[in-house]
C-alpha cells in the first residue's frame, strides 16, 4: 500500500497507513445484529436499520413550512408589485405644473410628459416593470395607464380609479354579491384580480382591453405587449404545473399570489380609508372643490412595522401621491421635509410594533352573567374593521362629501 505524507510532519518523516483491526468476522455479525427478525439473507445493514424505524419518522412533515413559504413568498410577491409600481409613470408634469408646483413655486420648470421614478429611460422602465409585473399576473401598462389616472385624480368621487367612493345610488344597485366582494372581509381583500377583468363599480372596460376608454389610440400597442407578457407567464406556470403536478404549483404559486392580492388590497385600502383619530374623516371631492392638492391630502401614511422596509417604504404615501416621481428610497426624507409645511393637513399615522396589529379590530369577550356576554374592543386600532363597517357610500350631491353608513 502506498505511503503518504501526513500534514504538519517533518520533512523526510513518513507514516505507514494505519490497517484495519476490524476482522471481516466481525462485519458479518454487525450485519447479523442489524438484521430485523425474519428477514431475509439479501438485506443490507442500511435496509435493516431503516425497517426498524417507524414509517412516519422517515416522511417530512411539510405543514409548517408550506405556510411559512407562502407567507413569506407572498409577502415578496407585494413587495414585487411596489417595484414594478415604482417603474410606471404616475401622473404627467401638466398636473404637477398646474395643481402643485405653480400655486408653490410658479416658476418651476417644465418636466416631460410623465415621471418615471427609477430611470429617466422609459424603454428600461417599460422593460423592466414588463418582467417584473408579469411574474406576478399584473397587466404592466394597463395597470400604469389607470394607475396615472389614479394619481392624477385622487380624491375625486367619479374620477378617481381605485378605492373610490360608491354614490348613494349606485350603492342601492349593488345585489348581495356585490356588497360582499366590496364591503365585507376577507373578501373585499381578493378583489385585485377582479379590478383588473371589471374596473371598478360603475365604471366599464377592463385592464386587459386596447379599445377601453382608460387608454387612448397610441397605448394600445402597450396594453397589447403586457397582454403577451402574460401570456408567457401563463405558459410557465402551465408547465411547471405539468411538470411538477397542480398541487405542487397551487403550492408553489397561487397561494402566495393570493397573500399577495391581499397585502395589496390590505395596503391599498388603508391609505385611502379609516383615519387612525375619531372625527377625522376624510373628505372627498367634486366640481370646483376638488384640486390635485387637496385631492393628495386625503391619502393617509400608514405604519406596517416591519413591513415598511420589506416593501420599499410603502409607508409613506401622502408624499408619494403628491410628487409620485420621487423614488421609493427618498420618500422619508422627503416626507419628514413636508410635515412641518403641511402641519395640521398631514395625518400623523399610529405608530407599530414590529408586527403592524394595531391596523386590526381585536375584540375581547367576557361574560358578564349566566347565559350573557359582552365584548369590549381591545387597545389595538381597528382601522380595518371599524371602516368597512362605516365606509359604505357617499351623497349622490355635494362638492366635499363624506363616507356613510348603509346599515
Known amino acids: 500500500m502506498e505511503e503518504r505524507l501526513v500534514p504538519g510532519a517533518r520533512r523526510g518523516h513518513r507514516l505507514r497507513p494505519r490497517r484495519s483491526r476490524l476482522h471481516p468476522q466481525h462485519l458479518v455479525r454487525v450485519r447479523q445484529a442489524l438484521q430485523p427478525a425474519g428477514a431475509g439473507e439479501g438485506g443490507t445493514p442500511s435496509e435493516a436499520v431503516a425497517g426498524c424505524a417507524p414509517s412516519h419518522s422517515r416522511k417530512p412533515s411539510p405543514r409548517w413550512g408550506w405556510t ?33 408646483w405653480q400655486p408653490l413655486t410658479p416658476s418651476a420648470p417644465s418636466c416631460s410628459s410623465g415621471h418615471r421614478s427609477f430611470s429617466s429611460n422609459n424603454t428600461l422602465n417599460d422593460f423592466v416593470g414588463n418582467i417584473v409585473h408579469s411574474s406576478i399576473l399584473v397587466p404592466y401598462h394597463g395597470w400604469r395607464v389607470s394607475h396615472r389616472t389614479h394619481h392624477s385624480n385622487h380624491g375625486h368621487v367619479e374620477n378617481d380609479e381605485s378605492w373610490h367612493p360608491t354614490s348613494k345610488s349606485l350603492f342601492d344597485k349593488f345585489d348581495g354579491v356585490a356588497k360582499a366582494g366590496r364591503l365585507t372581509l376577507p373578501w373585499a381583500m381578493l378583489a385585485y384580480p377582479f379590478y383588473l377583468f371589471n374596473r371598478s363599480p360603475g365604471k366599464v372596460g377592463s385592464h386587459f382591453d386596447p379599445s377601453c376608454d382608460l387608454f387612448v389610440p397610441s397605448e394600445k400597442t402597450m396594453v397589447l405587449t403586457s397582454n403577451a407578457c402574460l401570456v408567457g407567464m401563463l405558459g410557465v406556470l402551465t408547465a411547471g404545473a405539468v411538470a411538477l403536478g397542480p398541487l405542487a404549483m397551487a403550492q408553489l404559486y397561487l397561494i402566495p399570489y393570493l397573500i399577495g392580492v391581499a397585502w395589496l388590497d390590505l395596503v391599498t385600502y388603508l391609505h385611502h380609508h379609516g383615519p387612525d ?23 393617509l ?18 408624499v408619494h401621491h403628491l410628487f409620485p416621481q420621487i423614488p421609493h428610497y427618498h420618500l422619508v426624507e422627503a416626507t419628514k421635509a413636508v410635515k412641518p409645511v403641511l402641519g395640521d393637513y398631514y395625518r400623523e399615522p399610529q405608530k407599530s410594533g414590529f408586527f403592524p396589529f394595531h391596523i ?48
Not at 277 to 299: F, I, N, Q, V
Not at 382 to 406: C, E, I, M, P
Open 277 to 299: 383619530k375619531a372625527h377625522a374623516d376624510m373628505p372627498w371631492y367634486r366640481g370646483a372643490e376638488w384640486s390635485y392638492l387637496r385631492g393628495g391630502l386625503t391619502t
Open 301 to 318: 401614511d400608514r405604519d406596517f412595522g416591519v413591513f415598511n422596509k420589506l416593501h420599499h417604504n410603502i409607508e409613506t404615501h401622502v
Open 360 to 407: 386590526f379590530q381585536v375584540r375581547v369577550f367576557y361574560g358578564v352573567g349566566p347565559g350573557r356576554c359582552a365584548h369590549a374592543s381591545s387597545s389595538l386600532e381597528q382601522n380595518l374593521t371599524k371602516s368597512f363597517a362605516r365606509d359604505h357610500y357617499v351623497a349622490d350631491t355635494g362638492d366635499v362629501v363624506y363616507y356613510q353608513k348603509a346599515w
Open 68 to 100: 411559512l413559504y407562502s407567507l413569506a413568498q407572498g409577502t415578496m410577491f407585494w413587495a414585487l408589485f411596489v417595484v414594478g409600481h415604482d417603474w410606471c409613470a404616475c401622473v404627467g408634469s401638466h398636473a404637477l405644473r398646474t395643481y402643485v
